[in-house]
C-alpha cells in the first residue's frame, strides 16, 4: 500500500494568515492527490482534485500543487470558516488511501 | 444534485455481522465511470477507504478487510451496501459512503453525512 503522511499534524494560525499542508507519498502517484477539509462532526469535503485542480465553488484561496512523492496544500488567507481538518488522498493505485489529517485550529 | 445517505443499525455486537445501506438519489448507480465506495473514520482518527463497487457488480476492498468484507449493490433500488462480518470493537466507526470519480481524475464527492457504528456487547 501506498503510506500517505502529512504534516505537520496540528496547526495554530490566525486569520488572515498564510498556511501550508505538506503530504509525502511514499512512492510516486504523479498527480493522483486530493484533498478534503472535514469539519467537525461533518463529512469530508473535497476542495482539491489532481492535485492542484480546484472543485467547483471552492474558495480560490485554498490551492494545492506537487507532484511525484511531495505535495502541498495552502490558503492564502484563512478566514474563520477554514478552521477544520484537512486530509490528503491518493487514488494513483488501490488501495486508495488518506494521510492521518492535519487539524487547523485558532491561535 | 447527487446525495448519498447510510442506515442501518448503530450497535452491533462483537463477533456480529455489521450490515449498512447507502442510498443515491438524484442520479443513477449505474452512472458509467464512477465507483461507489465505502469509507470509515474510527474515533478520534484519520480515514481509511474500505472497498468499492462498480455498477457491474465488480468490487475491490481493502487487503486487510477483504476475508471480512461484502460490498453489493442494487441497481433497482440505487443502492449499495456493505457487509462486515465477525466485528470486533475496532469496528467502531463513522461509516461514511460516496461516489468514487477518480476514473476522471476527480475525488470522493458527494459523500453521505456518515453514520456511528460502535460495536459493543
Known amino acids: 500500500d501506498i503510506q500517505m503522511t502529512q504534516s505537520p499534524s496540528s496547526l495554530s494560525a490566525s486569520v488572515g494568515d498564510r498556511v501550508t499542508i505538506s503530504c509525502q507519498a511514499t512512492?510516486?502517484?504523479?498527480?493522483?492527490l486530493n484533498w478534503y477539509q472535514q469539519k467537525l462532526g461533518k463529512a469530508p469535503k473535497l476542495l482539491i482534485y489532481d492535485a492542484s485542480r480546484s472543485e467547483t465553488g471552492v474558495p480560490s484561496r485554498f490551492s494545492g500543487g506537487g507532484s511525484g512523492t511531495d505535495f502541498t496544500f495552502t490558503i492564502s488567507s484563512l478566514q474563520p470558516e477554514d478552521f477544520a481538518t484537512y486530509h490528503c488522498q491518493q487514488y494513483h493505485s488501490l488501495p486508495f488511501t488518506f494521510g492521518q489529517g492535519t487539524k487547523l485550529e485558532i491561535k | 444534485q447527487v446525495q448519498l445517505q447510510e442506515s442501518g443499525p448503530g450497535l452491533v455486537k462483537p463477533s456480529q455481522t455489521l450490515s449498512l445501506t447507502c442510498t443515491v438519489s438524484?442520479?443513477?448507480?449505474?452512472?458509467?465511470?464512477?465507483?461507489w465506495t465505502w469509507i470509515r473514520q474510527r474515533p478520534g482518527k484519520g480515514l481509511e477507504w474500505i472497498g468499492h463497487i462498480y455498477y457491474s457488480g465488480s468490487t475491490y476492498y481493502k487487503p486487510s478487510l477483504k476475508s471480512r468484507l461484502s460490498i453489493s449493490i442494487d441497481t433497482s433500488q440505487n443502492q449499495f451496501s456493505l457487509r462486515l462480518s465477525s466485528v470486533t470493537v475496532a469496528d467502531t466507526a463513522v461509516y461514511y459512503c460516496a461516489r468514487d470519480g477518480s476514473g476522471f481524475g476527480d475525488g470522493f464527492a458527494p459523500w453521505g453525512q456518515g453514520t456511528l457504528v460502535t460495536v459493543s456487547s
Open positions: 438524484g442520479g443513477s448507480i449505474t452512472s458509467s465511470g464512477y465507483f
Open positions: 512512492q510516486d502517484i504523479g498527480t493522483s
